[in-house]
Nanobody
Framework: QVQLVESGGGLVQAGDSLRLSCAASGRTFSTYAMGWFRQAPGNEREFVSTIRWRDGRTYSIDAVNGRFTISRDKEKNTIYLQMNSLRPEDTAVYYC????????????????????WGQGTQVTVSS
């Protein structure tokens, strides 16, 4: 009953910025956290950033901390990922995810804590 629709991916040059959006919809669902993951060809899906739904506190991996910012609009059930100073190594398919269960973790850092996933949006950063 939960659908995640991602948008905002594209092809940019190194140093450019991009903003991803993910809108969650459904008749009935609860949200404990939402987050962003990414997966490059041949690599495992990697956690990038998460936001706690109740209070909006965020956590991001060191590789993007200071460049990427996750945010939410609670009324719209939407999260964003503002990506600045993009690098070629940021190239990946970016996936939005929603955690609908209280896992006991302060931050949801693993894919197993998210029950619902978007289809992914391609981000390509050229040199």
């Amino acid at each position: 009953q939960v659908q995640l629709v991602e948008s905002g991916g594209g092809l940019v040059q190194a140093g450019d910025s991009l903003r991803l959006s993910c809108a969650a919809s459904g008749r009935t669902f609860s949200t404990y956290a939402m987050g962003w993951f990414r997966q490059a060809p041949g690599n495992e899906r990697e956690f990038v950033s998460t936001i706690r739904w109740r209070d909006g506190r965020t956590y991001s991996i060191d590789a993007v901390n200071g460049r990427f910012t996750i945010s939410r609009d609670k009324e719209k059930n939407t999260i964003y990922l503002q990506m600045n100073s993009l690098r070629p190594e940021d190239t990946a398919v970016y996936y939005c995810a929603l955690g609908a269960t209280d896992t006991g973790s302060y931050y949801y850092l693993t894919r197993h804590e998210y029950e619902h996933w978007g289809q992914g949006t391609q981000v390509t950063v050229s040199s």
